[in-house]
Each structure stands twice: as structure tokens, then as C-alpha cells.
């Protein structure tokens, strides 16, 4: 198969149904994919996973996917994909079309590069296959989109939340699950994923996880000290709800995020 340039675009091939390949696929999809990761495969092709609004978490085969399409499958960038496959239970190929290229601009900056590598990794993880989750895949390209912005690793928690309540294990933070209240919210319950207000938290300080106050608030952003600690608290529950039932931990991209930002301000390149 050629390798093709043109107006700004690299890809695989045409996306249109005119190839013999369509005339033997009886699946045949078009959508738009992030690209989650990309496994060499044989000398000369690829497995790619991408996280598609209408589709899910989907895998195929692109062939001619190895070194010459680095930059194109590079985890974080928007393709526009076309999937064939005989019957709906294979694998399949994938002929992938470059969209927007978020992968590149952040590869010279090390806690974005975390960021975004955390994320693809998180998406993966926990996402089951060929099951759409439409909003984490606009969230997800939201916050790719976002690594510009001096507060994108709130908004990281953030997504990490909504990815929690996409999946059936949202955290309840709107009131007090001791008092009903909802003023002095500080901490979350361990057992139950609810908030929990400073004063009815002292005798189980031990037990609780720390509530940055910046996930109280659309739109806030918090400190380095903030972000580190939602990351403690989205990552407790992902972990225990999701990661320890395939009986693994967390991703090490997603330990790496949070190391770097140990490292050095959120606002530092």
C-alpha cells in the first residue's frame, strides 16, 4: 500500500469504498479516533487502539503502520479512521487519515507529554472494548486540546472524575454524607466515594482522602500541592474499583504524571 501526503494530511491509503479490500469487508465504519496506543506488529504494520465517539474503545491492524507512520499513530492524535473486517468479532484494519496532530507540539515538554501519555493510558485501561463512551472521548480531546492552557492538570482530575462517573462509580461531592450539609467540605470516604465535612471528619481523618477544594468548583483550577492531591483521590478509586479487578495497579504513564508534577510547578515547561 502507498504512503500518501497531500494538503496536510498523511494517511493509509483512500477512505473512500472504492478499494477491493470493501468489496470482501462486510464491517465497514467511518469515525473519528484518538489514538490510545500502537503496537508493532510484523515488520511493517501496527495494532492501534483508538477511542472513537461511536465505537468505543476499538483495535485494528494498519498495515504499513510501522516507522514510516510514527508520527501519524503517535498516542493523543485525532485521525479520521475507516474499520473493515470480514465479521464483527475480528480484528479488522484500520485506514487512518491524520486529523490534528496533538502529539508532536508536546514531546519537547515533559509534564505535558506525561499528561497526555497518562491519560491515553487511563483511556485504555479502563475503558471496555467496542462500547461508546462519548463523553470521555470529548473530554478526552477537550483536555489534549487543552495542554496549552497554565491549568490543564486540573483539568486532568477532572476528566479522571468524569471518567469515575462514566463507568458507574462517580463520586458523590455535592453534601456531607455524615450531616447533609454541604459548607466545610474537605474530605471523601474511602467506603463510600461521598464527601465529607471538616467537622464531622475528625474522628476518621485516618480513613478519609483529602477533598482539594478546586474539584468543588466548575472551572477552578487548583496548586501543584491540589492537583497531586485529586490525583491521589481519583487514582484510590480507579484503582479500587476498576484496576484491582483485573488485578493490576494503575498504569505506569499515570504514576509517571504524577511524579512529574512532584517535580516541578504545573506552570514550568
Same mark, same amino acid.
Given at each position: 500500500m502507498s504512503w500518501i501526503k497531500g494538503r496536510g494530511t498523511i494517511f493509509f491509503g483512500p477512505l473512500s469504498s472504492s478499494t477491493d479490500a470493501s468489496k470482501l469487508a462486510f464491517m465497514d465504519w467511518t469515525d473519528d479516533g484518538i489514538v490510545l496506543s500502537a503496537k508493532k506488529h510484523g515488520e511493517t504494520s501496527a495494532i492501534v487502539t483508538l477511542l472513537t465517539p461511536g465505537h468505543g474503545?476499538?483495535?485494528?491492524?494498519?498495515?504499513?503502520?510501522?516507522?514510516?507512520? =510514527?508520527? !501519524?499513530?503517535?498516542? #493523543?492524535?485525532? &485521525?479520521?479512521?475507516?474499520?473493515? *473486517?470480514?465479521?464483527?468479532?475480528?480484528?479488522?484494519?484500520?485506514?487512518?487519515?491524520?486529523?490534528?496532530?496533538?502529539?508532536?507540539?508536546?514531546?519537547?515538554?515533559?509534564?505535558?507529554?506525561?499528561?497526555?501519555?497518562?491519560?491515553?493510558?487511563?483511556?485504555?485501561?479502563v475503558l471496555p472494548e467496542r462500547q461508546p463512551h462519548r463523553p470521555v472521548f470529548e473530554g478526552l480531546l477537550a483536555l489534549i486540546r487543552g495542554l496549552d492552557d497554565e491549568d490543564w492538570p486540573s483539568a486532568y482530575v477532572k476528566?479522571?472524575? =468524569?471518567? !469515575?462517573?462514566?463507568? #458507574?462509580?462517580? &463520586?458523590?461531592?455535592?453534601?456531607? *454524607?455524615?450531616?447533609?450539609?454541604?459548607?466545610?467540605l474537605a474530605y471523601v470516604s474511602t467506603k463510600t466515594g461521598r464527601a465529607v465535612s471538616l467537622a464531622a471528619a475528625k474522628p476518621y481523618k485516618k480513613s478519609l482522602l483529602t477533598l482539594p477544594d478546586f474539584l468543588l468548583h466548575p472551572g477552578a483550577a487548583g496548586p501543584p500541592d491540589d492537583v497531586i492531591r485529586g490525583l491521589k483521590l481519583t487514582g484510590y478509586f480507579l484503582e479500587k474499583n476498576i484496576f484491582q479487578h483485573a488485578q493490576k495497579g494503575l498504569p505506569a504513564a499515570r504514576n509517571r504524571l504524577t511524579d512529574r508534577l512532584r517535580a516541578e510547578p504545573a506552570t514550568q515547561s
Open positions: 474503545r476499538h483495535l485494528g491492524l494498519v498495515r504499513g503502520g510501522g516507522k514510516r507512520a =510514527g508520527g !501519524l499513530l503517535q498516542p #493523543g492524535n485525532l &485521525l479520521k479512521a475507516r474499520w473493515q *473486517a470480514r465479521l464483527s468479532e475480528h480484528l479488522g484494519t484500520f485506514r487512518c487519515e491524520l486529523t490534528e496532530a496533538f502529539a508532536a507540539p508536546v514531546l519537547r515538554d515533559r509534564l505535558k507529554l506525561a499528561g497526555l501519555s497518562a491519560a491515553c493510558a487511563m483511556a485504555e485501561g476528566w479522571e472524575l =468524569g471518567l !469515575l462517573a462514566e463507568l #458507574g462509580f462517580g &463520586l458523590d461531592l455535592s453534601a456531607c *454524607a455524615a450531616t447533609g450539609q454541604n459548607d466545610q
